[in-house]
């Protein structure tokens, strides 16, 4: 099944000990995105990968940081996590034709930070 | 400022009734327009908007892109309850990236 994976789902961590949320996708996707919503904001882009090794800074990336090693895999890593980071959040892909496709969502992990 | 707005940011309706909601952008130079629906998870897709004047359609839902006066509108007829959710519209731009509205939410009571 074509789907994004994020892992975990749920976490609650305390204020400076770094995590790490995993995105896998198995569509050959080159596009992933996070991204982080909260109440009345919408959705707020963090990081983007164009490619394998490549990566951009979104609207808010500050506190985050991300790699793409592997073409599948975009992990969202917090390397002293705060309460305002407390948020939920969306790593999405594309398809790489282009500006006309729609991006496919994992299922989301709600991070609370304490 | 370079952003999408949604309206209303809140709708309640009865079972049965017809809701447009609406979705405004500013910026001209754009590649396409998405709608997403949101149900407690992950958006997921409804519709995609390249051309003005054009209308998508499937079954109950439908949408329209005025690229003149820039906005799109999203018209749900004959509403059910599982219709209650968040609706997301998402300009995306020349380079690539989303740029979302903070949405719409529409709560359909029986």
């Known amino acids: 099944e074509a789907q994004v994976t994020q892992n975990p789902r749920y976490l609650i961590t305390v204020t400076g000990k770094k995590l790490t949320v995993t995105c896998s996708q198995n569509?050959?996707?080159?596009?992933m995105s996070w991204y982080r919503q909260d109440p009345g904001l919408g959705l707020r882009q963090i990081y983007y990968?164009?490619?394998?090794?490549?990566?951009d800074k979104g609207d808010v990336p500050e506190g985050y940081k991300v790699s793409r090693k592997e073409k599948r895999n975009f992990p969202l890593i917090l390397e002293s996590p705060s309460p305002n980071q407390t948020s939920l959040y969306f790593c999405?892909?594309?398809?790489?034709?282009?500006?006309?496709?729609?991006?496919?969502f994992g299922p989301g992990t709600r991070l609370t930070v304490l | 400022e370079d952003k999408v707005v949604q309206s209303p940011l809140s709708l309640v309706v009865h079972e049965g009734d017809t809701v447009t909601l609406n979705c405004s952008y500013e910026?001209?130079?754009?590649?396409?327009l998405l709608w997403y629906k949101q149900e407690k998870k992950a958006p997921t897709f409804l519709f995609m908007l390249?051309?003005s004047g054009i209308e998508k359609k499937s079954g109950r839902l439908s949408s329209i892109l005025d690229k003149k006066e820039l906005f799109s509108i999203l018209n749900i007829t004959a509403t059910q309850t599982g219709d209650s959710a968040v609706y997301l519209c998402?300009?995306?731009?020349?380079?690539?990236?989303?740029?979302w509205g903070a949405g719409t939410k529409l709560i359909i009571k029986p």
């Open positions: 910026v001209t130079n754009f590649r396409s």
């Open positions: 390249t051309s």
């Open positions: 569509m050959n996707h080159e596009y």
């Open positions: 990968s164009m490619n394998v090794e490549v990566t």
């Open positions: 999405a892909s594309s398809p790489p034709t282009g500006f006309y496709n729609e991006q496919f």
């Open positions: 998402a300009r995306r731009d020349s380079n690539y990236q989303l740029i």
